[in-house]
């Protein structure tokens, strides 16, 4: 994502008026576009996360099965 300054600079640059930041930010909030994606990186890193505990837990399970069966045969059943 573009710094304030940096879209400043290039308005600047293609139109020869200038901008502040302020006013940048005002653009974007009055048209509903987030500038602050803090939140939306939290979640997705969460969703990541718990992802990979769940897909740990899944083998996990998948590997205690399967042991499980492999001493019922050799043993009999418990």
């Keep these: 994502m573009k710094s304030l300054r940096w ?3 290039e308005y600047m640059a293609a139109t ?3 901008i502040t ?7 974007y909030e009055v048209r509903g ?3 602050n994606l ?6 997705k890193a ?5 992802k990979e505990l769940v897909n740990k ?7 205690d099965i399967v ?3 492999a001493w019922s045969t050799q043993h009999g059943p418990a």
Excluded: M, Q, Y
């Design 38 to 43: 803090t939140g939306k990186i939290k979640a």
């Design 46 to 50: 969460e969703s990541l996360v718990n």
């Design 21 to 27: 930041p302020a006013g940048i930010t005002k653009h």
């Design 16 to 18: 020869g008026r200038k």
């Design 67 to 69: 042991d499980a069966n």
């Design 33 to 35: 576009i987030p500038r």
């Design 57 to 63: 837990k899944t083998a996990l399970t998948e590997l």
């Design 7 to 9: 879209l400043a600079k």
